[in-house]
């Protein structure tokens, strides 16, 4: 009587171990080894610079001829498209930013940036705005109570308002 194989013990697995796997062999065909760069974009450039910017590939070098297979490989360069105005920012944070992707991967494998032009795919990330406080409202439609004009007033409530709320939470 054999034994049943033994099955590997479930646990539920994160939609970021798996999203991983299954995009390393598309990612693999731009130059990347892993997906670590594209995924972890946000963290490794920067909020801001990471909205405006996308990492397209790794171009890697040629191995020179005669190379032995065992030395390691020459760096490779990143391109990044980024959009036009901000391009000059990307410029003279390359160095950082070489710096923090080898961080991120572990070993030297960035030694330049390439910067392409273009428009950034990233959707846009927009902070998420709190309704103002209850007691700046009020103090605010007070201060504009002896406005006529109802649109008027009403606007001017509300952006009295939020900047009462946002001098309050600093």
């Not at 479930?10 to 999203?19: C, D, G, K, N």
């Not at 080894?33 to 963290?43: C, F, K, N, P, T």
């Not at 959707?123 to 209850?134: G, I, K, Q, S, Y």
């Amino acid at each position: 009587m054999s034994l049943p194989p033994k099955r590997k013990p479930s646990r539920p697995t994160s939609l970021a171990e798996l999203i991983g796997k299954a995009l390393d062999p598309v990612i693999a065909k731009q130059g990347f080894g892993e997906s670590d760069v594209i995924l972890h974009w946000r963290d490794i450039a920067g909020a801001r610079l990471a909205a405006v910017s996308d990492p397209i590939r790794l171009q890697w070098p040629p191995r020179p001829p005669g190379r032995s297979p065992e030395a390691p490989p020459d760096a490779a360069t990143l391109v990044v498209r980024i959009e036009g105005a901000f391009a000059l920012d990307l410029q003279h944070l390359a160095p950082l930013l070489i710096e923090r992707v080898n961080a991120r991967l572990g070993w030297k494998c960035v030694g330049r940036i390439s910067i392409r032009q273009g428009p950034s795919h990233r959707a846009p990330v927009r902070p998420v705005r709190r309704p103002p406080d209850p007691q700046a409202a009020r103090e605010a439609q007070e201060a504009v109570a002896s406005i006529e004009d109802e649109g008027l007033r009403a606007a001017l409530a509300r952006l009295g308002a939020g900047a009462l709320t946002d001098s309050r939470q600093r």
